[in-house]
């Protein structure tokens, strides 16, 4: 077995063991939300400010990693607005659900860990330039197409009322404070102290296993709730064409060749569960999310490999 599905299988394994542990009862619902709430509230925002307090970054140029990732996810959402609407008949606020879902990848709870296996820190710091405007950029898209095409729009005061709640929603995340926090001791040039550093490095170590179980136990709660065919199709667009498109644009682009990996090896993960919380928020299409954020955690794992070796061979 090669180091690379090695990897891979350790990672999607670990997820899977949260996952078990929920649906057989071994660990109660309780449990597992704490752990998920542990993991993105105190782990990974520590493993980022780790990561972004030491970054150099090793000429990921960010604005054309960004360009690369993001025009990928534009293509993606697109192609699964048009899927859902045109292909299935559903309504166009429907359609916006389809979007966020075959273009939000699950760049935290799945993406770090994973990352972190396969390219170790230099890769979670090329990761989390990505992070750090992911969220932002999807909820704004968001936010836009629904107040075009949900009811919700006409409302006086209805934008203010959601930028209000999306700005503190944003610097309110803990993910998003430890990269900000990271990136501004970065730029004091100060090393933590000894006993600062110990705290740190023994929270941001446990970051990555409890992120993937606490992801494998989140999933408990989702299903295939119908809707089999949209869910499928969005599953496919989102694990195969976003890959295809981010490899291609970072290949035209010219980007270094570890930002290229990191970025495909990113889109290339499953849907994350904001498409849901998304769905749930705006009261549309949650059993097409549900679905679909099922279905794409289960094919990764076959998926991701492919994306993996396919990157490796053309970036080196």
Known sequence: MSS???????????????????????LKPA?????????????LPVLLFRTMAHADFHGAAPWTLWTVYFFALAVTWIAGHLAVTRIFGRDSAAGV?????????????????FVLGVYGRDGVEILSLIISVHLAVVMIASIVLFEIFGDGGRAP??????????VGKLFGNAIIVGILAGFAWHLTGLTLPSLPERFVDAIADMAGPLALFAM???????????????????????????PAVVLAAAWALGLPP?????????????????????????????????????????????????WLAVAHAVFG
């Open 31 to 43: 449990i597992g939300d704490a752990v998920s709430e542990f993991a993105v509230r105190v782990a």
């Open 258 to 306: 570890l930002a290229a990996k990191v970025a495909v090896a990113t889109a290339s993960m499953p849907t994350g569960v904001n498409s849901y919380l998304i769905a749930v928020q705006f009261r549309t299409g949650q059993g097409l999310a549900s679905s679909q954020l099922t279905l794409s955690s289960v094919a990764a794992v076959a998926t991701t490999v492919f």
């Open 157 to 166: 005061g209805r934008w203010l009322e959601l930028a209000i709640g999306f």
């Open 4 to 26: 690379l599905v090695e990897t891979v299988l350790f990672v999607f394994g670990l997820a899977a063991l949260g996952y078990i542990s929920g649906v057989s009862g071994y």
């Open 216 to 242: 494998g136990l989140s999933l408990r709660r989702f299903g295939i709730s119908g809707n089999l065919l949209p869910s499928v199709t969005l599953s496919v667009l989102k694990l195969m064409l976003m």
């Open 97 to 113: 659900v389809g979007g966020v879902s075959a273009a939000f990848s699950n760049s935290v709870l799945l993406g770090i860990p």
